[in-house]
């Protein structure tokens, strides 16, 4: 028998940053974001030898320990070890024995959630593996709570939802971790010019998101009015993007997006760095209308709206700086699991 799982990698369009903490219990946070065809996979074999291995495919990583209830976390397998522990603790498995493979396609750190969407996989894999009784609200708040509370990550918490729903959603975020998903049924045609003019761009950098965020955590506990204010502001994009969709006023998304982008650097200092402020402002003269860097900031992929017929010309303009231009697709299927027998 073999389990296997997939969730889908997202763009952020609006609002990132206003999903966590405590901005999102203090003032509520909103957040627009759209999931793409690249993802985070998770096999499980079980096993009969009372070993449990972890495997990260298409590298030298594997980790291999005797079975036992709760494993010490290691170096490169958290987040594997992260599910394993909560899922026996909670779901009063017992001592599993098994070997646990995942897979992404895009890089660590490349700012579309990479890490909770593969803790959604994982997590998903286990729930085909015991037929668990978890809706999709269930398993996006366990996987926020595996990250955030048992291995104490920062971050927010509109990825873990965004993998497991899919789809263009409206996220609120309010106090006591209460989340209310709004899924956007956007017309095909609108779907297609969006994809049509959106252009994304990996810039062949990494971040680790945790110091951005913990910066951006410590603004807003010190109240840091210009901080607090772009943050307002971010929310208040994210109304803006959804009423832009629906209406299909997407003449308005490069303004939206650059009002965004204005204000998200606002939030923390190494949000932009003088690559990322060539790469945008390359875009825009060449005739991008707006656009922003995906997830927390510092690198991974940005991406732009090219309205009419100017996509190549920005695109041939900014990989001249040294990063490369990604096709990709929206998905409307979120975490999806299987059984091999």
């Not at 998770?42 to 079975?67: M, Q, R």
């Not at 397998?77 to 646990?100: D, M």
């Not at 041939?316 to 299987?338: N, R, V």
Request: hydrophobic share 40%; charged share 20%; net charge neutral.
């Amino acid at each position: 028998m073999i389990i296997r799982s997939k969730a889908p990698l997202r763009l952020g369009l609006a609002g990132g940053g206003t999903d966590v903490s405590p901005y999102s219990d203090l003032y509520g946070g909103a957040i627009l974001n759209a999931t793409v065809n690249l993802y985070a996979y998770a096999t499980i074999e079980p096993l009969n030898n009372s070993k449990i291995e972890f495997v990260i495919d298409g590298t030298d990583l594997k980790h291999k320990v005797d079975s036992k209830k709760e494993l010490e976390i290691v170096k490169d397998f958290e987040l594997f070890i992260g599910v394993y522990n909560r899922v026996v603790k909670q779901f009063n498995t017992g001592a599993l024995s098994f070997r646990l493979t995942s897979f992404i396609e895009a890089p660590q750190g490349s700012g579309l959630g990479t890490s909770s969407t593969l803790v959604v996989s994982m997590l998903g894999a286990f729930v085909e593996w015991f037929k668990l009784p978890l809706g999709q609200y269930d398993i996006a708040h366990l996987a926020y709570q595996i990250e955030r509370e048992d291995l104490k990550m920062s971050g927010g918490k509109q990825d873990q939802y965004a993998a497991t729903f899919g789809g263009f959603n409206y996220m609120e975020f309010l106090a006591n971790d209460n989340v209310i998903v709004n899924p956007l049924h956007l017309k095909p045609e609108i779907l297609s010019e969006l994809e049509m003019n959106l252009l994304l761009y990996f810039t062949d950098t990494q971040r680790l998101s945790a110091k951005i965020i913990n910066e951006q955590v410590k603004n807003v506990n010190e109240k840091n009015e210009k901080s607090v204010e772009a943050m307002h502001n971010l929310k208040e994009q994210a109304h803006q993007m959804k009423d832009c969709l629906l209406r299909g006023d997407l003449n308005k998304i490069g303004e939206i997006l650059h009002f965004g982008w204005q204000n998200k650097k606002q939030m923390a200092s190494s949000i932009s760095n003088d690559l990322i402020d060539k790469i945008y402002n390359t875009a825009i003269d060449n005739g991008a209308s707006g656009g922003k860097i995906s997830g927390a900031g510092g690198g991974g992929f940005m991406y732009f709206y090219c309205p009419g017929t100017t996509k190549i010309k920005v695109a041939k303009a900014i990989e001249a700086l040294g990063g490369k231009m990604h096709s990709f697709h929206f998905t409307t299927q979120g975490l999806t699991t299987w059984t091999i027998n």
